[in-house]
């Protein structure tokens, strides 16, 4: 009953590299999302897929890459990570339906120094 | 396009006490509403959603919300408050785009003896 996985749990960067975080779903779920919470901000929407192939950008999506290559799998790039970066990244999906929720996995606490 | 504002960043009640949580939201469209509860360093759990139908809706741990579609509110209420309950509780609203969910700002709500 794993429902959405995500690694690592923790992340320590250096300003300017590069890493992926990855988010597994078991559902079957056609949408697939990324937000990152930060204090007194609430989850703001990186990117989202509606689908295998196809992506599109959300409320702060400047500095991080997606791609769908399966249902299963969305994983988040940074590019070159910044310390604005720090944030607790959460991945979630939804079957898409109009009275389903969004499931979310455990979060990545990622820090830039 | 849609929002939700949560109002009151912190909520300190006594256990036993109600308590009350309050979400409104702004929806161009017929929104779906859901509360999140998320405990620490833990990902979001649904505690309980409005679709269509019933405006009173029950969902887990004793919690209870009602949608009322003239003050475009969505107030989390519980009768009597217990120490598992201190949390941090997140309203959310998706609408005509099913895969996006639109987050309040959160409610860190701390229970005393």
């Known amino acids: 009953n794993a429902g959405v996985t995500q690694t690592p749990k923790f992340q320590v960067l250096k300003t300017g590299q590069s890493m992926t975080l990855q988010c597994a779903q078991d559902?079957?779920?056609?949408?697939m999302s990324w937000y990152r919470q930060d204090p007194g901000m609430g989850l703001r929407l990186i990117h989202y897929?509606?689908?295998?192939?196809?992506?599109d950008q959300g409320e702060v999506p400047n500095g991080y890459n997606v791609s769908r290559s399966t249902t299963e799998d969305f994983p988040l790039r940074l590019l070159s990570a910044a310390p604005s970066q720090t944030s607790v990244y959460f991945c979630?999906?939804?079957?898409?339906?109009?009275?389903?929720?969004?499931?979310f996995g455990q979060g990545t606490r990622l820090t830039v120094v | 396009a849609q929002s939700v504002t949560q109002l009151g960043s912190h909520v300190s009640v006594s256990e036993g006490a109600l308590v009350l949580l309050r979400c409104n939201y702004s929806?161009?469209?017929?929104?779906?509403l859901f509360w999140y509860v998320q405990y620490p360093n833990q990902g979001l759990q649904l505690l309980l959603k409005?679709?269509?139908?019933?405006?009173l809706v029950k969902g887990i741990n004793g919690f209870e919300a009602e949608f009322k579609k003239s003050e475009t509110s969505f107030h989390l209420t519980k009768p009597s408050a217990h120490m598992s309950d201190a949390a941090e509780y997140f309203c959310?609203?998706?609408?005509?785009?099913?895969?996006?969910?639109?987050f309040g700002s959160g409610t860190k709500l701390n229970v005393k003896p």
């Open positions: 979630a999906s939804s079957s898409g339906t109009k009275n389903t929720e969004a499931f």
């Open positions: 559902m079957n779920h056609e949408y």
């Open positions: 959310a609203v998706s609408g005509n785009n099913f895969n996006k969910f639109y």
């Open positions: 409005y679709t269509t139908g019933a405006t």
């Open positions: 929806s161009s469209v017929p929104p779906y």
């Open positions: 897929s509606v689908g295998a192939g196809i992506t």
